[in-house]
């Protein structure tokens, strides 16, 4: 009987704790993040009813030194000349029930397209998984929101 009064009382604290949860609405992924590497920031922006996501802010993903950086690594030949700047790397995102979902995300790093999903873990902590075929076999990368374009480290 003691057991069963810890298992019901620990149940009921664990449902009371998920109530405190943050609620986030569709619009609230809009805005400037600051990607892990730091070496870029993508504006994510309301298309429609869907979401979408550009290269507003980077650094040379090579040398993480600020210059004009190209989409040399993409596999479309003609599109390597290409600047990266204002390239927009996320596509597709619909809001479902706390998540952005549905979409893609090019990585230039690699010049390759992957499924994506998006999740918020604070106001300011965006968690974003990366796949091929099922979010299994992917990678999850933290993003920070930032205040502009520049990121906030920058424009202090």
Request: no cysteine; net charge neutral; hydrophobic share 35%.
């Given at each position: 009987?003691?057991v069963?009064?810890?298992?019901?009382?620990?149940?009921?604290?664990?449902?009371?704790?998920?109530?405190?949860?943050?609620?986030?609405?569709?619009?609230?992924?809009?805005?400037y993040w600051?990607?892990?590497?730091e070496?870029?920031?993508?504006?994510?922006y309301?298309?429609?009813?869907?979401?979408?996501g550009?290269?507003?802010w980077?650094?040379?993903?090579?040398?993480?030194?600020?210059?004009?950086?190209?989409?040399?690594?993409?596999?479309?030949?003609?599109?390597?000349?290409?600047?990266?700047?204002?390239?927009?790397?996320?596509?597709?995102?619909?809001?479902?029930?706390?998540?952005?979902?549905?979409?893609n995300?090019?990585?230039?790093?690699?010049?390759?397209?992957?499924?994506?999903k998006?999740?918020?873990?604070?106001?300011?902590?965006?968690?974003?998984?990366?796949?091929?075929?099922i979010?299994?076999?992917?990678?999850?990368?933290?993003?920070?929101?930032?205040?502009?374009?520049?990121?906030?480290?920058?424009?202090?």
């Amino acid at each position: 009987m003691h057991v069963k009064k810890i298992f019901v009382t620990l149940l009921l604290a664990s449902f009371s704790l998920s109530s405190f949860a943050e609620k986030f609405e569709a619009d609230d992924i809009t805005g400037y993040w600051l990607t892990k590497e730091e070496k870029a920031v993508i504006q994510v922006y309301k298309n429609g009813d869907s979401f979408e996501g550009k290269l507003v802010w980077l650094v040379d993903l090579h040398t993480g030194k600020k210059k004009e950086v190209l989409d040399d690594k993409n596999p479309e030949e003609e599109l390597q000349t290409r600047s990266l700047l204002n390239l927009k790397n996320l596509s597709g995102f619909k809001y479902d029930d706390g998540e952005w979902t549905g979409g893609n995300i090019y990585d230039p790093k690699s010049g390759k397209t992957y499924s994506a999903k998006m999740k918020l873990e604070g106001k300011d902590d965006l968690s974003l998984r990366g796949y091929v075929g099922i979010p299994l076999f992917g990678r999850t990368s933290e993003w920070k929101r930032q205040s502009s374009i520049i990121p906030d480290k920058y424009s202090k």
